[in-house]
């Protein structure tokens, strides 16, 4: 029997993505929500996507593939060297600030995901290259994983923050559990998110995310499959890769203060030490 408030919290793509290559759409009013925004574009070579930003600073990911990308006033040719997320390699991503607007041509078949909040307009548009990106390796055992973060909280965005994570076949990645569900600085602050994962390989491939809170009236255990994204307004939200199965996943968070202030699960924290 299928779960209706899972189904709530996954996010499906379109087999065929409208006139201008978009498969995926994330609006605060579709995830009834304030902050995130979230759209993915699969592109054939010469195609070109042309948006406003309107109210939104937005960050464009160049999931795999190579691109022309162009504001208003800059523009970046020959961008995106990954042809696929599994080659681990950082993303390149552009910076684009509200009130702005972005064109981004296919160079060879490519997947961008736009990521969205609110913006104030202080910042302008700008690259971020690989090298830019900072990688580390998270956690332990059975639950370490590889951590690029395109947009962390030490580098400039009103809004936004964005990350991919890499979880080998076997492990745990975002665990032990962690929320950012309530405005309660600076123990913890509140941040939206989405989770859009990647399996490798996609036949059969799956990875399991559970949402719950401490009085369980969210629990959910949600089966994900390849380019699907998962939807946490609340709760702690630990994920795992099958055996046989490695998992990529990029997230995008925002609230109303551009902090990550969080709290683990107290069953599970000890995990930590």
Known sequence: MSNLLASNLLVTPEQQGDKEGKVLSIT?????????????????????????????????VVVSGRANVQTKHKSWDNIGKRMSVFEKTPAYSVYVPNDDQFKVEALTELEIAVCKAPGKGTYEARLIAPEDVDVAMRGSGSMERLIQTILPEDKPADSLFVIEV???????????PHKHDEENLPQEGYLE????????????????????????????????????????????????????????????????VRTWKFTNDKDHEWLMK
């Open 193 to 256: 998110e989405t989770y859009y994962h990647k399996m490798n390989p996609v036949e059969g491939g799956f990875a399991l995310q559970r949402v719950y809170t401490d009085d369980k009236s969210l629990n959910e255990t949600i089966v994900v499959k390849d380019s699907e994204v998962v939807l946490i307004p609340k709760g702690y939200h630990p994920v795992s890769a099958p055996p046989g199965y490695e998992l990529y996943y990029l997230n995008v968070m925002a609230g109303p």
């Open 28 to 60: 605060p009013e579709s995830a009834g929500w304030k902050y995130v925004g979230f759209d993915v574009y699969k592109l054939k070579e010469g195609q070109i996507v042309e948006k406003e930003t309107l109210d939104q600073e937005t960050v464009i």
């Open 166 to 176: 890499f979880t080998p076949a076997g492990n745990w990645s975002s665990y032990p």
